[in-house]
């Protein structure tokens, strides 16, 4: 059973006008990421919840936004997508403070094509 | 600071032959460490981990050893299978909350029959 879902797993939208991915799990975990993969390329924090507690990474562009409304979803909003955001998306949580069990729970990713 | 080397890729590879993929970590605190395998159009899936020195990770026939010594991490398996042909991702959390995953560059392995 999937645990970390991700919708769609496909997106297309047009250059600059406002888009959301979306993120639902179901494991209760508190933390709860978003990372950009480019191609052949890592997976980039983009920011995280802890809990409410938003992160910001400091190389984060202000065009990418996140809401969490409540544990199990998270949302992330593109404002004015350019053709470089075009990308895979992945949305991952884990359960904290856990030292023993840290590792993170993906999604199958939103790849997201800008035209 | 924290980061994640892996050995350049693709590793291509036939069928039954021995793979290595080789992540050496830098960290300034006491991290776990994770080997994660991605398909293609897929996401990440763990593959296996160690939280501790002298910890070995194991799954589907694939192992990597903890050594806090030589800060390596890396992975290996004795046979491979043509499905096992991925992005594979070597990474480290740093045990503190709310702390992410540190990813290296991701290795491609083509395994052929």
């Known amino acids: 059973d999937a645990m970390v879902i991700q919708n769609p797993r496909y997106q297309v939208t047009q250059f600059g006008k406002p888009v959301t991915l979306s993120c639902s799990q179901t494991l209760n975990h508190n933390v709860m990421y978003w990372y950009q993969q480019k191609s052949s390329q890592a997976p980039k924090l983009l920011f995280h919840?802890?809990?409410?507690?938003?992160?910001n990474e400091a190389d984060t562009p202000d065009n990418f936004q996140s809401r969490r409304p409540n544990t199990s979803f998270c949302f992330l909003d593109i404002r004015s997508p350019g053709l470089g955001d075009a990308a895979m998306y992945l949305c991952a949580t884990s359960r904290d403070p856990s030292p023993m069990n840290t590792e993170a729970f993906f999604g199958q990713g939103t790849r997201l094509t800008v035209v | 600071g924290n980061s994640v080397t892996q050995m350049e890729g693709p590793v291509t590879l036939s069928e039954e032959a021995f793979l290595t993929i080789n992540c050496t970590y830098t960290?300034?605190?006491?991290?776990?460490l994770f080997w994660y395998v991605q398909y293609p159009g897929e996401g990440l899936q763990l593959l296996l981990k160690?939280?501790?020195?002298?910890d070995k990770g194991s799954n589907k026939g694939f192992e990597a050893t903890y050594r806090k010594e030589t800060t390596s991490f890396h992975l290996e398996k004795g046979s491979v299978q043509v499905s096992d042909s991925a992005v594979y991702f070597c990474a480290l959390r740093i045990h503190q909350a709310g702390t992410a995953l540190i990813f290296g560059k991701g290795t491609t392995l083509s395994v052929s029959s």
């Open positions: 919840y802890y809990d409410k507690d938003f992160n």
């Open positions: 960290a300034t605190g006491y991290p776990s």
């Open positions: 160690a939280t501790k020195a002298d």
